[in-house]
Every structure is written in structure tokens, then in C-alpha cells.
């Protein structure tokens, strides 16, 4: 179905499974060329494909090896096809151009955007389609091959394994495939000169199970400095959250400071504003990796659903800093329950509404909820719960209705008391503690 939160963005007519994306990208000039590849179906009978495309001008296009008519207009990119039957396979090829720009909107800037040396993409919610030509919902995840040629004084950073890495006269083509499905605004291409290599292990920690990379130039030795801590975040949560999605994880530091940090599968993009040594940097690194597990593997079916993502990623800091040995859950919770207890509460958490689903209540609502689900269940039953939830819906869509059937079967008793008043009303319920 539409997601109303985001108007006239994807399409519920189409499942695009697999992207395959080649790009030309001249840094200088900011000049993008592309070649999209995507295989999937459409999901009812139709003479027309609509796919997500914002300020590129597209040159060519084909459906099932046929040249089809095609017009572009407000984001979206219109495909004239032959009539087509409900769930028949379509491979739609579509070469375009232009200088990308963010998208510009409710949520500030999002998408392609060009640094003073170097490319971001912060692609969450609507910014995918400033690069490629997609199905941009967060329910339609797919697998991605994605190749930059772009000059060789640059490394690129893109979902995935780096399986291939070719020069050509001065320039490279960086080859990334992920064959584990991620949400189009998750794809991400970092363009910089960077320097990569492992996150050293902290003395007395043990390392990550699984690698832990390093992208970055000015700040490289900050970030050396800083980001071992890793090492012992990731072993805290997959104690507390179950088995690492992915195969390994990266963090891309730009020269540029950044408003926020960004999550992308399986890489985070950090500013140098975000490698200093007190709580606010160290809760925003482990809110990035959090991201791994809810938000990236586990991804929201509709946008309504974000407090799945950005709940759990809150509550996780306040985790983190009762696994390394500062302020407890408890003690984080009273904190930000008083704070949100003299504001304005006008936010039902489970549906938000489009404008305000970035709102920091809907992150620190959503993690009390959670810690007050915790102590409703007490520890062993909602550890074992989140385990199993990240276990059972690994790499696939979640929603609100989802996880209530889910926490019900691990309680195995109607849990209502505590869930309605935090997710489906605007008044703040009483906080529950620990009993000491």
C-alpha cells in the first residue's frame, strides 16, 4: 500500500528484487551518468511503470528488452508498456544524467549530496531516487550490485562486499554486490580520499566477531582513536540483541562536520564532530551500530513503523552505557521520562505522522517504552524476546502489529496494559522501575 507519510514516493504496484546500477561520476563537475538495471514483477495488471527518479533526465528505456515511451515529472519517472499480467516478471533498463542534488523537503536535504571533496548519500526516507531510478519504499528491499567509475584519487564506499576494483586511465570502477536485501534508502555511495583500514582491539577487550573497517582522511588518527570502542559495543549488543546481521561493518569519517551521523547496510557515516571523547559522541556511535539490527536488518514496513528503528536504536545507548559501567537504563529513563513529561505530548509513537517522525520524542518515547516493556517482562523474558525477534524477521520488513503479536507470544500473556498507553496514546503513561 502507499505510505502516506511520504506522498507519491514508491509504489505499491511493483517488487523490484534485484538493482543493478552502474554509474559514471565526474567529481568535479558534479556530472552523474548512470545505467539501471532492475529485474522484479508487477503486482497487478498494468500498461504503465512508475518508478521514483528526482532531477535526473533519463535518455533511454526498455521493459523486457523493448524500447518503451517515458516521461518524467514531479519524481516520478513514467514507463508506457505493453500490457502486462498481475505478477509477471519485468527487467527494466533505464540510462540517465544530470548533476544530483538532494531533494529538498519536509525533512531538510536528502539524497546525493556533493562535499567541498567528495560525494555523501543519505538516502532515509526519500533520497534514493536523486541517484538512481527505484521503487523507493521501505517495505520493497532488494539485493544491489552497484559499480562508480570515478577518478582514482578517490576511494568509494557503497553496500556490501567490494568484489571487484579496476583502473582505467586515471580513473577506477569500484565493483560492490550485496546479496543481502536492504531498503533503497539504506543504498549509499561515499566518495572521498580516504584512507581504509581495521579498527584496532582495545587492550583487555576481545575483538569483534566480525571486522570492524575504518574509512577516513583528515581525521583518520581521531578516529583510530576513538572508534575501538567498538569493538566491545559490538560484543555487548549481540549478547543483548542476538547474532550480527551482516559480515562485517564499516564507519566512513567525512572531513566535513554533519548535522547528524547516518546508517546505511552495513556502514555508518560519521562527521569529525562526532569523534570527541564525552557520552553525546560515544551514545551517537552506538546508536549507529544499533541501527544494524533494527532499522537496516530489520526494516519498517511503513513509515509509521519508524519507532522500531530510532526506539531501539535510543535504547540501546542507554544500554551501552549500563554495559560499560556508567548510568544505568533505570536512571536514563527517569531522565528523559521527566524531560518528556514537560513537553508537549501530541505524538502517538505507534504513527507519529510524516513531519514529525524524526521527532527526538519518537526516539526517547519509543526507548521508554522498551525499558518499560523490560521491566513489565523482566530481563530474561525480554532479552530472550529481542533475540528471537531479531533472529525471526533477520533481513526482512517489520511492523508495530508484528512486534505486539511477537512480545505477546514470548510473555505469553496479554501484555495491552503497558503497550496501548505508550504506542497508541498521547498522554505519558506512569514509568515503571526496577525493583532494587
Not at 519485468?90 to 567528495?118: F, H, K, M
Request: glycine share 8%; with cysteine.
Amino acid at each position: 500500500m502507499p505510505d502516506s507519510y511520504t506522498p507519491g514516493v514508491g509504489t505499491p504496484d511493483l517488487h523490484i528484487d534485484h538493482y543493478d546500477i552502474d554509474l559514471d561520476y565526474r567529481i568535479g563537475p558534479n556530472r552523474l551518468s548512470g545505467r539501471a538495471r532492475l529485474t522484479g514483477r508487477v503486482l497487478t495488471e498494468t500498461t504503465a511503470i512508475l518508478l521514483d527518479l528526482t532531477g535526473m533526465r533519463v535518455t533511454k528505456a526498455s521493459v523486457n528488452g523493448r524500447k518503451v515511451r517515458f516521461a518524467a515529472r514531479a519524481g516520478k519517472l513514467r514507463l508506457t508498456t505493453e500490457p502486462l499480467a498481475r505478477n509477471q516478471p519485468v527487467r527494466i533498463d533505464i540510462a540517465y544524467a544530470g548533476n544530483p542534488q538532494p531533494a529538498i523537503g519536509t525533512w531538510g536535504d536528502i539524497g546525493w549530496e556533493e562535499l567541498e571533496d567528495g560525494v555523501l548519500v543519505a538516502g532515509q526516507p526519500i533520497g534514493a531516487s536523486t541517484w538512481f531510478p527505484c521503487n523507493d519504499h521501505p517495505s520493497n528491499k532488494a539485493t544491489f550490485r552497484i559499480t562508480v567509475l570515478t577518478e582514482s584519487e578517490y576511494t568509494v564506499v557503497s553496500n556490501g562486499d567490494l568484489v571487484e576494483k579496476v583502473r582505467r586511465a586515471g580513473r577506477t570502477a569500484w565493483t560492490f554486490q550485496s546479496g543481502t536485501p536492504l531498503a533503497t534508502y539504506l543504498a549509499t555511495v561515499q566518495i572521498g580520499r580516504y584512507r581504509q583500514g581495521p579498527i584496532a582491539v582495545p587492550l583487555n577487550s576481545a575483538p569483534s566477531p566480525v571486522p570492524l573497517g575504518l574509512f577516513a582522511a583528515e581525521h583518520w588518527n581521531r578516529a583510530a582513536l576513538r572508534l575501538p570502542v567498538q569493538h566491545d559495543m559490538m560484543n555487548a549488543f549481540i549478547e543483548l540483541f542476538g547474532p550480527y546481521p551482516f559480515d562485517r561493518y564499516d564507519v566512513v569519517v567525512t572531513n566535513e562536520e554533519l548535522e547528524i551521523p547516518l546508517e546505511s547496510q552495513p556502514l555508518s557515516v560519521l562527521g569529525p564532530n562526532h569523534l570527541g571523547p564525552e557520552w553525546e559522541s560515544e551514545r551517537l556511535i552506538a546508536h549507529e551500530l544499533a541501527h544494524q539490527w533494527f532499522g537496516n536488518s530489520l526494516t519498517p514496513r511503513q513509515w509509521s513503523d519508524i519507532w522500531l528503528n530510532e526506539g531501539f536504536a535510543c535504547y540501546a545507548e542507554w544500554l551501552w552505557s549500563e554495559a560499560s559501567g556508567r548510568m544505568s537504563a533505570d536512571e536514563w529513563a527517569l531522565r528523559w521520562y521527566e524531560s518528556l513529561a514537560v513537553s508537549p505530548q501530541d505524538i502517538v509513537l505507534a504513527d507519529p505522522g510524516g513531519p514529525g517522525m524524526f521527532d527526538d520524542r519518537v526516539y526517547k518515547r519509543g526507548a521508554l517504552f522498551l525499558h518499560a516493556l523490560r521491566v513489565n517482562l523482566g530481563d530474561a523474558v525480554f532479552f530472550d524476546g529481542v533475540r528471537e525477534w531479531t533472529t525471526r524477521y533477520r533481513h526482512s520488513s517489520v511492523d508495530t502489529a508484528e512486534f505486539i503479536a511477537h512480545f505477546t507470544r514470548i510473555a505469553g500473556r496479554s501484555i495491552a496494559e503497558v503497550v496501548d498507553p505508550w504506542l497508541f496514546r498521547t498522554a505519558l503513561p506512569q514509568l515503571p522501575h526496577h525493583e532494587v
